[in-house]
Each structure stands twice: as structure tokens, then as C-alpha cells.
């Protein structure tokens, strides 16, 4: 294991978790989780951590909690634990409480129509095999192409993304084999 930070105690810092009245383990789960893959809709956990996750949960010892950019719909039946834990999907617009109450927040009319037009620029570009639609937003996605055709995807989109959000609060977000405004 890297450790990023050389001051960091790692002796002292799991004895004195275990002490701790209240423990919040939150989670990303592509690449921490579960491998990065082309296709996404196989990405299930690594070996092992289902179990491991489970008995976390069931240890009712600390607040288990998934987060990902991927869409709660689309994140459900890869993570096979049931019950399921807390779910932060969507990059926070969604949220699947451990009793499997669902909630999401829509971003305002002049984000979801700046979305819609970036959606059009995926269509006139003729690229909808590579997007990904989401509750609320959407995503590019180049992993497992080669690097030129990549290249070519990435700059065609951000030159009229780049224009699209100019004048609003979105930013273009990079992510390992895509890009998402």
C-alpha cells in the first residue's frame, strides 16, 4: 500500500478507531470497489468484498456508505448485498437510504437544459454509442478505445462543451476513461 502522507500513523490511527463510539466508512466504488471495465455493466466487486461489506454492515458497528457517479439504477444489481447500505449515486443527486427510501435533487431548469444541449452535441457528433445518460446528467465514456480514437472523442467533445457551460456553473470533470460536464 502507498501511504500518501509519511506523517500518517497507520498503528495509531486503526487502535484508536476501534475505540470510537461512532465509525462512518464511506466507499467510491469504481476502481475501490470494483475494477474499472469497459463494460460497465459487469464491473461487480472485487473477490471478496461483498462478504466484507456485508459484515461490516451487519456489525451495526459503523455507518457503511457507497458513493459513485454511476446512477443508483445502475449500481444496484453490481453490488449484491442485501440489505443493500446507504447509496450516494449520481455524484450526490441521489441518495438510496439503507431502509430503501429513494430521493433525488434535479439541478435547476438552466443547468437541465445545458445538459439537454450537451446530449444534442453527443447526437450531432454522432457519438451516443460512448454516452452514458444519467438521472441527471451525462458522461462520455473512451475507456478500452485506442489512444488516437480516445483523443479524437475527447477533443470533439470539449470543443463544444467547452462552449456549452461557459457561462454556467457546470465544469467538464475528467474520469479514468471519460469526461462529464
Not at 461490516?56 to 443508483?72: E, K
Not at 467547452?162 to 465544469?171: N, R
Amino acid at each position: 500500500m502507498e501511504i500518501l502522507s509519511p506523517q500518517l500513523d497507520l498503528d495509531f490511527f486503526f487502535a484508536h478507531i476501534t475505540k470510537a463510539q461512532e465509525r462512518l466508512l464511506l466507499l467510491d466504488y469504481d476502481g475501490t470497489l470494483a475494477p474499472f471495465r469497459v463494460e460497465r455493466d459487469q464491473a461487480f466487486p472485487y473477490q471478496g468484498v461483498t462478504e466484507l461489506l456485508s459484515d461490516i454492515r451487519d456489525s451495526q458497528t459503523t455507518r457503511l456508505i457507497i458513493i459513485s457517479g454511476r446512477a443508483i439504477q445502475d449500481l444496484v444489481p453490481l453490488i449484491d448485498i442485501d440489505p443493500l447500505p446507504e447509496i450516494w449515486g449520481s455524484h450526490g443527486w441521489e441518495y438510496l437510504s439503507s431502509d430503501g427510501k429513494y430521493t433525488i435533487v434535479y439541478p435547476d431548469e438552466a443547468t437541465r437544459n445545458i445538459i439537454s444541449q450537451a446530449k444534442e452535441c453527443i447526437s450531432l457528433l454522432n457519438l451516443e454509442n460512448h454516452c452514458e445518460q444519467k438521472p441527471v446528467s451525462l458522461a462520455i465514456h473512451w475507456r478500452g478505445l485506442t489512444p488516437e480514437t480516445a483523443e479524437s472523442i475527447q477533443a470533439q467533445v470539449l470543443a463544444h462543451w467547452t462552449k456549452l457551460i461557459e457561462k454556467s456553473s457546470l465544469k467538464i470533470q475528467p474520469f479514468d476513461g471519460g469526461i462529464e460536464p
